[in-house]
C-alpha cells in the first residue's frame, strides 16, 4: 500500500470512529501524527517574528500574490508562517506570557499548521496570515463548543470526564453574564438550551 493510500484509509477509520466529514477526519487523522520538533516558549517566536526578515515564497502560479501575507522562515516552527500569525497569536496567549509553552502539532507548508499550548491550540492559515482556535483535545480540527469557556468541540466535550464537565460548568457559571448571553446569541442559542 502506498503511504498515499495508508494515509486515505487511516482517514476513513477516524471518519468513521467519530462521525467526521472527510476532509475533516482526513485533517484530523494528519494532525495525529506526531511532530518531532521541541517545544519552544512563546517569547522565542516572538523574538523571531521581530527579527526575521520577510521570506521569499513561491506560491505557486493560482496564488494572486498581492493579497498574500509577509511569512518568515521561521526555524523553530520548522517552516515559513505569517508575521501577522505570530502577532494573533501572541494577542490570543498574553494572558499566559512569553514563558507559555508551544509546540508544533501539525505543519503543512505553505498551507496550514497547528500550535498548541498546555491548555489552547491554534490553526495558522498561511495564506491569509490569521489564527482560528480549535478544540483543546490534541489532534481535533474542530472548533471549541464556546470559545474560553467550553474549549472542546461537540465530540470530545461529550467525552469529557466528570472532573473537566465539572469545572466547565463552574467556567460558565462564573463568566460574566453579558459575555456569555452576547457569545450564545452570535452561535443562535439560548443560556436555556447550553445549561
Ligand atoms: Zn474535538
Known amino acids: 500500500m502506498t503511504q498515499e493510500k495508508k494515509r486515505k484509509a487511516a482517514a476513513r477509520a477516524v471518519q468513521e470512529a467519530t462521525g467526521l466529514?472527510?476532509?475533516?477526519?482526513?485533517?484530523?487523522?494528519?494532525?495525529?501524527?506526531?511532530?518531532?520538533?521541541?517545544?519552544?516558549?512563546?517569547?522565542?517566536?516572538?523574538?523571531?517574528?521581530?527579527?526575521?526578515?520577510?521570506?521569499?515564497?513561491?506560491?505557486?502560479?493560482?496564488?494572486?500574490?498581492?493579497?498574500?501575507?509577509?511569512?518568515?522562515?521561521?526555524?523553530?516552527?520548522?517552516?515559513?508562517?505569517p508575521f501577522t500569525s505570530v502577532l494573533a497569536l501572541a494577542g490570543a496567549l498574553?494572558?499566559?506570557?512569553?514563558?507559555?509553552?508551544?509546540?508544533?502539532?501539525y505543519l503543512d507548508p505553505l498551507d496550514e499548521a497547528v500550535v498548541a499550548s498546555r491548555r489552547r491550540r491554534f490553526l495558522i492559515r498561511m495564506l491569509t496570515g490569521g489564527i482560528e482556535e480549535l478544540c483543546r483535545k490534541p489532534g481535533c480540527h474542530e472548533r471549541p463548543t464556546l470559545e474560553r469557556i467550553i474549549d472542546y468541540c461537540e465530540y470530545h466535550v461529550a467525552r469529557c470526564d466528570t472532573q473537566a464537565l465539572v469545572s466547565m460548568a463552574i467556567d460558565l457559571g462564573t463568566d460574566d453574564r453579558v459575555d456569555v448571553d452576547d457569545a450564545l446569541e452570535r452561535r443562535g442559542g439560548s443560556r436555556k438550551r447550553t445549561c
Open 94 to 105: 498574553s494572558a499566559y506570557g512569553p514563558k507559555d509553552e508551544l509546540r508544533v502539532e
Open 21 to 81: 466529514r472527510y476532509t475533516a477526519a482526513l485533517r484530523l487523522e494528519a494532525a495525529s501524527r506526531p511532530t518531532d520538533r521541541p517545544s519552544f516558549p512563546l517569547g522565542t517566536l516572538l523574538a523571531e517574528c521581530a527579527t526575521k526578515p520577510a521570506a521569499e515564497v513561491d506560491w505557486g502560479e493560482d496564488i494572486f500574490t498581492d493579497y498574500v501575507p509577509d511569512l518568515f522562515e521561521s526555524d523553530i516552527v520548522g517552516g515559513a508562517i
